[in-house]
């Protein structure tokens, strides 16, 4: 009887080794499934997709840029901005800008009302009615003097007269180009009301908006310590950002090389150039100024924001690459989502060189396969549904 239980243990013990072997070899062969029970695919059609907003990339070779970040500030053009001034002296009548206004170039911003410009304008208009004249009295003595009808003496006296009638008239003119007035406005002098003699227009040198404006009317401005500048006008269609690049960093650093700019604790980005490296150091910080051109027709970059620019200085090329808004972490690893028939597969990649906006993607992915490139956290979630239930 205890021989024939040994013999069942027996028996017993080896098909429970069998069992055990056979469930190893099992749990070693099957798929592993990501921890948690996670699915490794999410199944999502076209549809879904287009209404999780979605955006499809496909992974391929691309030119990643290494970045020099360095701090700034966006300041005006110093090309846009002018000063408006006086050039005589006068009282302002009338202000047709304010603070705030777009300007076109040669728009009218104020008319002064100048004694001043009242006698440059009468010695002009005198000037020029004494040289019309002269210029007839000199072409009648030169067809009598050729039909010997007066001495030569008289032509040539007649002829001096006539250049220096046109020589008073010139300087008159330049008189008034001075002051500022236009050739169109010289041109309609002679027609013009005398009541109009003692204004002057005060136009905008370009077009922008009036970011100052320093006078009220009935002011006295002009000469003996009156102000002079009467409104500065700037035009932030395009904008500049100053950079203080250390001394180490300058040498990367070429007028011509494009640079990403981003506002400071916001999404906002924008392209630009570096158009100016400064040969001079700051005595005291060691940096270099470098001042890069960003373009501004919506004005969103405001004088005064500090921001952060990316200067490539170097760009190398790499076999694959991806958005760097297609990367997610998931459990603790990068991954990214490669489209499938059925939709989509989380695959786990080993990240390389990256700029602001792509990434290298060492391995993980093939050249060729397309992935989520945008809204890919809602993908991440739906790793985070428990799995179907046997």
Request: aromatic fraction near 4%.
């Amino acid at each position: 009887m205890f021989s024939a239980n040994r013999s069942a243990a027996a028996i017993l013990s080896v098909l429970l080794a069998v069992i055990g072997f056979d469930s190893q070899a099992f749990a070693q062969s099957a798929p592993a499934k990501p921890d948690g029970g996670k699915p490794a695919v999410i199944v999502m059609d076209d549809a879904r997709i287009k209404l999780a907003e979605i955006e499809l990339r496909e992974a391929g070779s691309a030119a990643i840029a290494r970045r020099l970040m360095v701090p700034g500030t966006i300041v005006p053009d110093a090309g846009r901005v002018a000063h408006v001034s006086v050039k005589l002296s006068g009282t302002v009548a009338e202000l047709r800008k304010n603070i705030g206004d777009d300007v076109a170039k040669d728009e009218v911003l104020a008319v002064l009302e100048s004694r001043e410009v009242a006698d440059a304008k009468s010695e002009y208009l005198s000037a020029k009615l004494s040289n019309e004249l002269q210029q007839e009295l000199t072409a009648r003595d030169k067809s009598l003097w050729e039909g010997r009808a007066v001495p030569e003496q008289q032509y040539i006296k007649s002829r001096n007269a006539a250049a220096q009638s046109e020589m008073r008239f010139g300087i008159a003119r330049q008189k008034l180009m001075a002051l500022g007035v236009t050739d169109t406005e010289i041109a309609g002098l002679p027609q013009a009301p005398d009541g109009t003699l003692r204004s002057q227009n005060i136009r905008a040198p370009i077009s922008g908006r009036i970011a100052e404006r320093k006078v009220e009317a009935g002011t006295a401005v002009g000469r003996d310590s009156l102000e002079t500048e009467l409104f500065v006008i700037v035009d932030l269609s395009r904008v500049w950002v100053e950079l203080a690049v250390s001394s180490t960093d300058l040498p990367l650093v070429k007028e011509g090389q494009p640079v990403e700019i981003a506002l400071r604790g916001m999404t906002e980005t924008g392209s630009g150039k570096i158009v100016f490296v400064s040969p001079l150091l700051d005595k005291e910080t060691r940096a270099a100024r470098v001042v890069a051109s960003l373009g501004n027709a919506d004005g969103r970059w405001r004088p005064g924001s500090f921001v952060t620019a990316g200067i490539a200085v170097e760009r190398r090329d790499v076999t694959v690459a991806v958005p760097f808004s297609a990367v997610q972490t998931v459990d603790g690893r990068k991954a990214v989502f490669v489209r499938t028939k059925e939709g989509f597969e989380k695959r786990d990649v080993v990240l390389g060189r990256r700029d602001g906006t792509i990434v290298e993607i060492v391995s993980g992915v093939s050249p060729g396969e397309t992935v989520a490139s945008s809204n890919t956290f809602s993908l991440k979630a739906e790793l985070s549904k428990p799995g179907d239930e046997d």
